[in-house]
């Protein structure tokens, strides 16, 4: 059972930063890829940035430029670091990791949240 533990949300002001990180229980090159989602109030949950095992990447249109998502092979740990944070950033920040290696499976983290004020 792989496990997901996030952490690094808070509160800022617009403006601000934030770096989120999601510690895995396993070698994060064995899954297919891994994201970070969010869920804002009232909506559905979307895709923010994901990193493949070869390491691209892809981002929401809406956080090119101001997030960037890496990580450490080493420490089994993916980051999102999120700069010029905007209100409509607010929500509930998920690591997620999707693993073909057999059958196919999504983990999901507990989730950390994120507030942006203006």
């Known amino acids: 059972q792989v496990q997901l533990v996030e952490s690094g949300g808070g509160s800022v002001q617009a403006g601000g930063s934030l770096r989120l990180s999601c510690a895995a229980s396993?070698?994060?090159?064995?899954?297919?890829?891994m994201g970070w989602h969010r869920q804002a109030p009232g909506k559905q949950r979307e895709l923010v940035a994901g990193i493949s095992s070869a390491g691209s990447t892809n981002y929401a249109d809406s956080v090119k430029g101001r997030f960037t998502i890496s990580r450490d092979n080493a420490k089994n740990t993916v980051y999102l670091q999120m700069n010029s944070l905007k209100p409509e950033d607010t929500g509930v920040y998920y690591c997620?990791?999707?693993?073909?290696?057999?059958?196919?499976?999504?983990?999901w983290g507990q989730g950390t949240q994120v507030t942006v004020s203006s």
């Open positions: 997620n990791a999707f693993s073909t290696r057999d059958g196919v499976r999504q983990y």
């Open positions: 396993v070698n994060i090159l064995r899954m297919n890829s």
